[in-house]
C-alpha cells in the first residue's frame, strides 16, 4: 500500500504511568477528530491506543514509571498511522494472544479490543534495535 499526502498530527514522549493516560486519550481523540474521524471511529482509536499503552506500561514495564513511551500519529490519505514506541524488552508478537472470550473474569481483553478496533497491527523493527515499535492502522470513517 503506498501512502500519500502524509500529514503529522501528534507526536508526543511520556512517562509510562497510568497517570498520564487521561491526557494522551485527550490527545489522540483530537488527532482523530482533526483527521476527519466520525465519532464512533475516534472512539475506536482511543480505545485501542489506551489498551496499547496500558499493556506497554503493565507488560513492558512491568508498571514502573520511569519508562518512557512516544506516540505519533499520522494520516496519509484515509488512513491514520499511529505508532507505539516504547524501550522496555523485546516482545515477541508471537506470544501476544488475547485470553479465550469463553473465560469470564476481569481483564486480559485488551488485545481483543485493539484487533477489533484496528484496520492492521503490526510490529515494526525500532530504528535503533531497542525496545518496541507497535504500528496501528485505522481506516477513516
Known sequence: MTLTNVTSLLTHEFMAHSGELYNIRSLVRRAADESGCSEGCSELV????NEAIMNIIQHGYQS??????????KQADNTLI????DFAETVD???IKPRDLGNIRPGGLGTHFIREAMDDIKFLSPPDGVGNLLQMIKHIT
Open 46 to 49: 482511543v480505545i485501542a491506543v
Open 64 to 73: 514502573n514509571p520511569k519508562g518512557n513511551i512516544t506516540i505519533k500519529i
Open 82 to 85: 499511529i505508532q507505539l514506541r
Open 93 to 95: 508478537p508471537a506470544k
